[in-house]
């Protein structure tokens, strides 16, 4: 069955530090894979997705997201966190053709 | 134009009561989901709708659990006899058509708070 795994419940990271969040998945066949984020009170919001192709993805936001194959792993990165990242982000694979599969997500804290 | 509205954005109910949970999707879209998002846990499917047909109920965790779309536009999500179990954030998300990965829009969610 298709699972993904975000390791990291919460990570607090000082404003204009990098940003990588982990996002490990377990799926069969090639994966779609996505990034969505939530800010309080608000929808979810779709970062950026991979469907095939390039393994570097370029997302909204100035968020980048690589595929690795052989680590089943699809990590999240930012170079330079502004205040507004604080949310809580989750990597998502889809199953068929509709149905997305969630991690648990992973709540961000920026201190100024 | 106007996103995925949910109404109401909070609801509280006790144990035992019924509850009907309402979603505008986008206007011409085709295709509608829920899903379910319990307290520090990531959305869960509940059912998808292609048109007025519920495509895939394989998320609904019991019979309590009902979702129409008579005219292919507004869903309502129906719980009878709620549990406390039942307290999460609902969902909802449309997209033009099924298969359409990138244009899956989500609405900010009801939470339920069973007492």
């Known amino acids: 069955a298709q699972s993904v795994t975000q390791p990291d419940i919460h990570i607090t990271v000082s404003e204009g530090a990098s940003l990588e969040l982990r996002c490990n998945y377990s799926?069969?066949?090639?994966?779609?894979l996505f990034w969505y984020v939530q800010s309080p009170g608000q929808g979810l919001q779709l970062l950026l997705k991979?469907?095939?192709?390039?393994?570097l993805v370029q997302g909204i936001k100035g968020f980048e997201a690589e595929f690795k194959r052989s680590q089943s792993s699809f990590n999240l990165r930012k170079p330079s966190v502004h205040w507004s990242d604080a949310a809580e982000y989750f990597c998502?694979?889809?199953?068929?053709?509709?149905?997305?599969?969630f991690g648990a997500g992973t709540t961000v804290t920026v201190r100024a | 134009g106007a996103g995925v509205s949910q109404t109401p954005s909070n609801k509280v109910t006790e144990k035992g009561k019924y509850v009907e949970l309402r979603c505008d999707p986008i206007?011409?879209?085709?295709?509608l989901y829920w899903y379910r998002q319990s307290l520090g846990q990531g959305p869960e499917f509940l059912i998808y709708?292609?048109?007025?047909?519920?495509?895939?109920d394989s998320g609904l965790p019991n019979d309590r659990f009902f979702a129409v779309r008579p005219e292919g536009s507004v869903s309502t999500l129906k719980i009878q006899r709620t549990e406390r179990g039942d307290s999460a954030v609902y969902l909802c998300?449309?997209?033009?058509?099924?298969?359409?990965?990138?244009?899956?829009?989500f609405g900010p969610g009801t939470r339920l708070l069973v007492l």
């Open positions: 998300a449309s997209s033009p058509a099924v298969g359409d990965w990138e244009t899956q829009y």
């Open positions: 799926y069969g066949a090639t994966p779609y």
């Open positions: 991979y469907f095939s192709g390039d393994t």
């Open positions: 998502a694979v889809g199953v068929g053709d509709y149905k997305l599969s």
């Open positions: 206007s011409g879209h085709t295709a």
């Open positions: 709708f292609q048109g007025t047909g519920a495509a895939d």
